[in-house]
């Protein structure tokens, strides 16, 4: 049996991530490895991360919004040349800056 690992910082918790945003997130990051990019299926997120397909793609839209993960569209094109979507790439960048919260005063 192998064991594979990934390291994540831990500033991840600052960012108030729901739990199936966090968790789609750390399957993402899992599958990128060192290069950065991966492009695993809405339906194989789902069904690794336990979460429905429109879980999976309102958790993707709202870390593509705040700058966790890049997604790059790709098209597949079949013997006949009609295109059709294909597996949507994701790049992960560095984490976004966090917010400073202002210092509350008494």
């Given at each position: 049996m192998s064991t594979n690992f990934f390291q994540m910082s831990n500033?991840?918790?600052?960012?108030?991530?729901?739990t199936n945003q966090l968790t789609v997130y750390c399957y993402l990051v899992s599958s990128a490895g060192q290069k950065g990019k991966c492009w695993p299926s809405v339906k194989t997120i789902s069904k690794n991360c336990n979460i429905t397909e429109n879980t999976v793609r309102k958790c993707i839209s709202t870390l593509v919004e705040r700058g966790f993960i890049r997604k790059v569209h790709t098209t597949r094109y079949n013997r006949s040349g009609q295109s059709r979507q294909g597996n949507n790439n994701y790049y992960i960048p560095n984490l976004p800056v966090l917010p400073s919260k202002a210092t509350v005063t008494a």
């Open positions: 500033d991840i918790f600052r960012y108030e991530l729901t």
